[in-house]
């Protein structure tokens, strides 16, 4: 095991930045914790939950008459466990995005929306996930950004584009004269999956009718698609580098709303020569704005 104290700054930096991205968000426990007394002390109690009680003997009144063994083994067996928790019961995927479409159909606005997402239970993400990471900015400008999904900074703070993604995004942002104040931003699945993994088929059709309705009730008149995954939940299945700086219309609630998509501020920390690409597709963008 390689000691903390061995490590440069900028290696213990990077090596916390990977623990954070993988999920792991606790190194140590408040108290120090003795788990080989824990052990013992465990072992100790199974011992004696099935050692057989030693009964010594007993003066019985003429009058009275022993108690039934079942009695006497009641009495000396050891208090039962609690019962166990009834089980989540799983539901079908394709009942799941039966109830999100017709969940997502009866919100009139955004707020309606956001409390029905809280209390729907038919997308298993919402149970490793720490918060709904929904929509936040404002419409008005006509302007709404998709990013893929939600990372560890925005799982914790319960916000889209939180933390280093947060802050490469008003940096590209500024560059076209906007700031995340003049935007809406969310996530095509609202629910962090476990480790940062790409959402499954499956999740992605159980989550699609919740950010589509998102985008019906904002009313946006461009959309910016940041990510490989989100460019193919909404376009199709080509890469980013395929589907990247080309105008698309995309059509929810009857209105058709002209789409580009670009890399996200993960795709340009891991490789900033995408930089390039990423501001020519904004200077694209930016040419619709007026």
């Known amino acids: 095991m390689i000691s903390a104290n061995d490590l440069s700054c900028s290696e213990l930096a990077a090596l916390l930045a990977f623990h954070a991205e993988a999920g792991v968000e606790w190194l140590l426990e408040e108290e120090p914790v003795d788990r ?101 900015g404002s419409a008005a400008s006509g302007v709404m950004i998709i990013g893929p999904m939600p990372y560890a900074d925005d799982d914790r703070d319960g916000r889209p584009f939180a933390g280093r993604h947060g802050e490469m995004l008003e940096r590209m942002l500024s560059g076209i004269g906007l700031s995340r104040e003049d935007v809406l931003l969310a996530n095509a699945v609202p629910w962090r999956p476990p480790g940062n993994r790409v959402p499954s088929a499956r999740e992605a059709d159980i989550c699609r009718p919740f950010i589509e309705r998102q985008i019906a009730l904002a009313e946006p008149k461009q959309l910016l698609l940041l990510g490989n995954f989100t460019a193919r939940f909404f376009f199709g299945g080509e890469t980013i580098h395929q589907l990247r700086g080309e105008w698309r219309e995309l059509t929810f609630g009857g209105t058709s709303i002209p789409t580009l998509a670009t890399l996200h501020p993960q795709d340009l920390v891991a490789a900033p020569i995408n930089k390039r690409f990423a501001w020519l597709d904004l200077l694209a963008f930016k040419s619709r704005l007026g």
């Open 36 to 136: 080989l007394a824990e052990f013992e002390a465990m072992k100790s109690r199974r011992a004696q939950s099935r050692a057989v009680p030693q009964t010594g003997a007993t003066t019985v009144e003429p009058q009275q008459s022993a108690p039934p063994a079942a009695a006497r083994e009641r009495r000396s067996a050891p208090p039962a466990p609690p019962p166990a928790p009834p089980p989540v019961v799983a539901i079908p995927d394709e009942q799941a995005i039966k109830e999100a479409q017709f969940v997502a159909d009866a919100a009139r606005s955004l707020g309606e929306l956001r409390t029905a997402m809280e209390a729907f239970a038919g997308c298993n993400l919402r149970n490793s996930a720490r918060n709904l990471v929904f929509a936040e």
